[in-house]
Structure formats: C-alpha cells, structure tokens
C-alpha cells in the first residue's frame, strides 16, 4: 500500500515538473518555426507543450523537438529523479585540441560556480536561473564527454605505441647493431 502512495507522490511531482518545463520551453522557443522544422503546426506544437490540452508529446515528437532546439531540458527534467544525467556532445567541436578543451571547462566550471555563488543565500531559486544554470552543468558535461573521447582515442590503438617508441628512442635509448 506505501509504495502505491509512493508512486503516486512521484508521478505528481514529476507530472508538475513536466508541465512546468514544458511551458518553459514554448515560452524560451519559436514555435512556429520548430514546429516546421520537425513537421507538425505551430498549434500542434502549442497543444502538446500546453498541459491543459488534451494532445500529448510523443517520444519520436519529443526527441525531434529536443534535437532541432538543441535544448534538453524536458528530457532532463524527466530523467533526473531517476538518477540519469544526460549530456549533449556538441559535434562542430571535434576539432577542438586537449588544452582547448580544459580551458572550456575550467571557463564553464567557473561560470557555475559564480552562478552558485551568487545564489547560495537566496531563500528561493528562480525557475529561469535553475534552467540557466542547468544549461552551464550540461555544456559542461558535454565538453567533459568530448575531453574523455579526446583521451580515449589518443590512448588506444597504434598512436601510443608508436609515441612511446619515438620517446624511447629520442631518449638516447641503444639500438642494436648501432650501439
């Protein structure tokens, strides 16, 4: 009997998260033009982000939304009380080298950090600095996936096998036959 209490204490939450995230989002977005972009009306589109029509967001509508927006926050706010954290690897920054990318986020960690800063004596969060500051926690999981990618690649393979011989020969080691 607890655990349907429970259940239903959680769906209620959530259901008012969504809602909430959802008005958000029509409000921060275009709508007319997204909707174009994913292939529905501008009204459509409305309807299902408004929680007081009867049309409902569906996951492929929901995913093209998130994708064409680039903004993840309805896919966030319903994954986060499941304890799953979604990051978006942006991929016009694969060209980024590895100190581009540590200085990125030593910039985005800082930025979070004065964001909290100036926030931690508030009594009360405002809804637009959370999802400003959700937006900075994101981008910086982003460049974070991209710096781990960067490390994998440069550590797997032939690349450090053939770094470490051209260091162990630059370092004066004996070649036999030369030595």
């Known amino acids: 009997m607890d655990a349907n209490i429970a259940m239903c204490e959680l769906r209620e939450r959530k259901q008012q998260s969504y809602n909430a995230v959802c008005s958000d989002f029509a409000i921060n977005h275009n709508m007319e033009e997204l909707a174009k972009r994913i292939g529905v009306s501008g009204t459509m589109l409305r309807n299902k982000l408004n929680p007081e029509q ?100 440069r550590t797997t393979g032939m690349s450090p096998l053939l770094s470490m011989g051209v260091d162990f020969i630059a370092n004066g080691a004996p070649l036999p036959g030369l030595a």
């Open 54 to 153: 009867p049309h409902v967001l569906s996951p492929v509508d929901l995913a093209l939304l998130c994708k064409e927006s680039n903004d993840y926050t309805i896919i966030n706010t319903l994954l986060g009380d499941l304890g799953l954290v979604t990051a978006a690897v942006p991929v016009e920054e694969q060209s980024r080298n590895f100190v581009e990318r540590v200085l990125e986020h030593s910039n985005l960690t800082g930025q979070l950090s004065g964001n909290v800063l100036a926030l931690y004596k508030e009594s009360r969060y405002p809804r637009s600095q959370k999802r400003k500051t959700l937006a900075i926690a994101q981008a910086a999981l982003g460049n974070l996936v991209l710096l781990i990618s960067d490390l994998e690649n």
